[in-house]
């Protein structure tokens, strides 16, 4: 069973970010490279290899749902001093298609029917829904924990483990922006209109920052660090603020789900500085699965993986490896200076020294370049010394059982929206082995927890009232069998990635559908 006790562990039990509340023009180019004319000559050719062919040429990538276009067709490219718009007409065989350039980027989606409002007879709020997964340009990799957020709105998600994400959109948002954002990529924007009823792949380009060696060579961590803890008070604000998440944590015996719970969470955050206040939590809907028999000689629980969440807000319980009476332990060195949507970060990697025998974290941090906020930490327990964390983690193992940790990792990152940094993602992986005594064989066990801040609100923010909170250990203590499609409301969630939804399928539980893509 995982816990958060212990000094050290309590200390830097942290994660990494996620949501995102970001802000950025997108470059409209609308009318230049669709009506420039070309000649291409490739003759008979699928239609993904012409679409290929077309971005070498004209020198745009494209981005589209691949729903919307059968890239094994066979399509004649053969035109002579032809614009973009027919070749693309012609190619793709489809009069409903909608075709716009931002940036680099041509982005095909399909037309939307006009919405026929009555005057005199008040429309209900409509809620729609983007769906896509985001992957590296050059290397069509799916990029884990990006964010994606509403340009103007305080309210974003970040996709899975393997690249995927979703996100609803009230109707009051259909003209803004969806921002798109990853450290070290070029941050992009797409109208939230060209987005819907698409499930768009969404390619990122790496943004590569040039910065003489020797100007790396001149900064010091530490001084970058304690510029960073000085600049908190500025960064992440000194009102309490009240966030919206969505927290899910799951337990895997080999392959099999044991236990999986979710949650839609409001979580108060107090102040960063002159705070004697706790952070709450209350939560507004959860479900539980149980997948446990009297067969199952060793079953693993998650403690306290709510209130690790917050414990893991390395601003606010200042992470071990940024501690100035920890430093003395610790190796620092500046490795790279990438970008953060339209700023630079620092990378600090970081790992204890030797000779340093409790155990420590090894990782790396990022450091804005401008105004020294930390927008990501990304770490584990140094596996060297793990298993002397065996009881900061079980808190009581089955008779004939040894059982401790093999891999802990955690990842935190930060958001910044109208000039404040806020919590947005936090992640924990954790891989225990256990074996019975007089057994040959040990069993794995891999756990995880994650919190995803999907709103921000400022105004009028008060604390929970006593019988509102929600108690650490008892928050997932209803089972819930009855999954309906509606459950979560307009409420916004993780998509779950393909290995959970086939483990949710082997426990006969349909516990998600989303537009698209029934499963």
């Not at 399509?75 to 716009?100: G, M, P």
């Not at 660090?225 to 919206?244: D, E, F, Q």
């Not at 149980?290 to 601003?315: F, P, Q, V, W, Y």
């Not at 010394?385 to 983690?393: A, E, P």
Request: charged residues 25%; hydrophobic residues 35%.
């Amino acid at each position: 069973m995982a816990s958060s006790n212990g000094p050290l562990f309590k200390r830097s039990f942290f994660i990494f970010i996620i949501i995102s509340l970001l802000h950025c023009s997108p470059t409209m180019c609308q009318g230049t490279i669709l009506d420039s004319a070309f000649t291409f000559r490739a003759g008979l050719v699928k239609t993904g290899n012409a679409l290929n062919i077309i971005s070498r040429r004209t020198g745009y990538n494209f981005t589209y749902d691949s729903h919307l276009i059968n890239q094994e067709n066979k399509v004649v490219l053969s035109f002579i001093n032809v614009r973009l718009t027919a070749v693309l007409d012609s190619i793709l065989e489809n009069d409903s298609l909608n075709y716009s350039v931002i940036d680099k980027y041509i982005i095909i989606s399909k037309v939307l029917p006009p919405v026929v409002s009555k005057v005199d007879s008040p429309q209900p709020e409509v809620t729609d829904y983007i769906s896509g997964v985001i992957v590296d340009d050059e290397t069509t990799e799916p990029l884990p924990f990006a964010a994606i957020s509403l340009k103007n709105r305080a309210r974003g998600t970040v996709t899975n483990e393997t690249g995927e994400f979703g996100l609803k959109i009230p109707g009051e948002c259909l003209a803004d922006t969806l921002s798109v954002s990853y450290l070290g990529f070029v941050r992009r924007e797409i109208p939230v209109k060209q987005a819907l009823g698409n499930i768009f792949t969404i390619r990122m380009k790496r943004e590569f920052i040039s910065i003489p060696e020797i100007i790396i060579k001149t900064q010091v961590p530490q001084e970058i660090i304690y510029k960073s803890i000085s600049a908190i008070p500025k960064n992440y604000g000194n009102t309490p603020v009240m966030l919206t998440g969505f927290y899910r944590e799951g337990v895997m015996k080999k392959e099999e789900l044991q236990v999986y719970s979710e949650a839609v969470l409001q979580i108060y955050k107090s102040s960063y500085t002159s705070s004697l206040l706790n952070d709450q939590i209350k939560v507004y809907k959860s479900r539980k699965v149980e997948n446990t028999t009297s067969r199952d000689t060793l079953t693993i629980r998650l403690k306290a993986g709510l209130n690790t969440c917050l414990e893991l807000d390395g601003i606010k319980n200042l992470f071990d490896f940024l501690s100035r009476e920890n430093m003395a332990e610790y190796l620092y060195r500046i490795s790279d200076i990438v970008s953060s949507d339209d700023e630079a970060a620092f990378v600090i990697d970081f790992e204890q020294r030797e000779g340093i025998d409790l155990p420590r974290y090894r990782g790396s941090v990022y450091i804005n370049t401008d105004d020294y906020a930390i927008v990501k930490a990304d770490f584990e327990l140094h596996p060297k010394y793990i298993r002397q964390m065996k009881d900061s983690f079980i808190t009581s193992s089955s008779r004939g059982f040894s059982t401790w940790p093999v891999t802990v990792k955690y990842s935190v990152s930060y958001r910044k929206f109208n000039g404040r940094y806020y919590l947005s993602h936090v992640r924990g992986d954790l891989l225990f082995t256990s074996k019975q005594k007089k057994k040959l064989f040990s069993t794995q066990f891999s756990v995880f927890f994650e919190l995803a801040i999907t709103g921000v609100n400022t105004t009028n923010v008060s604390r929970f009232d006593r019988e509102e909170l929600a108690p650490v250990h008892s928050i997932f203590s209803e089972t819930i069998n009855d999954y309906d499609a509606n459950f979560w409301g307009d409420q916004d969630f993780l998509k779950p990635e393909d290995n959970l939804i086939q483990a949710l399928k082997n426990v006969k539980v349909k516990l998600f559908e989303f537009p698209g893509n029934q499963n």
